[in-house]
């Protein structure tokens, strides 16, 4: 990113506060979505879902047009909550916590297929590459199987750093109690990567995703990050959650953008 932009973001940011903390309710369903992504029987997942849907609603307005307004702090990871994942051997509880809600007036069918390109440069921010490999359910998600899963191979060139990494990511295709169709994407790096312009390093990162659809045909969405990241120059935990909650909301506005582009 150019120094001039970099110091529209600084400045932009200069004085904000951090986001609120979740509650624990909010927090221990994220963490559960996270844990139970691949159970057999999605009903810890369907719980959970149910129970960040109604939180999200009672915290933040999730068509607000300030990003700040809907973001929250959640709590911080243990490593059981990572169990079974390959992942970097450091403590999980060294990540910070970000969560990032917006109301997508789009419904969730419309959301998968956003999930198939392959090339994701222009849709995820701050990309200057990113190839999709799909490892499973690519023929089949989610008409008849329940997971997706992939291999992304992307270089972030974002305010703070670039860097080239791989990240896993997969998708789960579900329903709620009510019927209501849903989804959940669990994100992670197997391990760290060095930015190739200083000493920066992203240490760890997991994520859990959800989209539920409304009655009204719009998408709740809610993005819940846990990431740990090193710099050669010590930064303002703040700063770096605001530019977290700058990428997130730049990727649900992408979404929907491509969604309009290619109706």
């Known amino acids: 990113m150019r120094d001039s932009a970099l110091v529209v973001l600084l400045l932009a940011a200069a004085g904000c506060d951090s986001a609120p903390a ?9 963490i559960a979505a996270l844990g139970a992504f691949d159970d057999e029987d999605p009903d810890t997942l369907v719980r959970a879902f149910e129970q960040l849907e109604g939180e999200t609603f009672d915290q933040v307005d999730p068509t607000a047009a300030d990003f700040t307004k809907r973001a929250l702090t959640p ?18 509880a060294l990540t910070l916590p970000v969560a990032l809600a917006w109301l997508s007036p789009h419904p969730v069918a419309e959301h998968d297929r956003i999930v198939m390109v392959a090339d994701q440069v222009g849709i995820e921010p701050f990309a200057d590459s990113y190839t999709r490999t799909f490892l499973d359910g690519h023929d089949c998600y989610p008409d008849t199987c329940a997971f997706l899963r992939t291999s992304n191979e992307m270089v972030k060139d974002n305010p703070e750093m670039t860097v080239p990494f791989t990240l896993k990511k997969d998708w789960r295709a579900f329903a709620l109690s009510d019927g209501r169709p849903a989804r959940a994407s669990r ?13 920066d390093r992203i240490e760890q990162s997991f994520a859990i995703e959800l989209w539920v ?17 090193t710099f ?12 977290t909650e700058l990428g997130m ?6 979404h929907d953008g491509w969604i309009v582009d290619n109706g």
């Open 75 to 92: 709590h911080d990871l243990a490593a059981a909550d990572v169990e079974g994942l390959t992942r970097p051997d450091r403590d999980p």
């Open 249 to 254: 909301n730049e990727l649900f506005q992408n």
């Open 22 to 30: 979740a509650t624990e309710p909010f927090s221990d369903a994220a």
């Open 187 to 199: 994100g992670w790096m197997e391990e760290g990567a060095d930015s190739t312009t200083n000493a």
């Open 213 to 229: 659809e409304q009655e009204d045909g719009t998408t709740l969405r809610l993005l819940v990050l846990w990431a740990e990241t």
């Open 232 to 243: 050669e120059s010590p930064q303002d935990e703040t700063l770096v959650a605001w530019t």
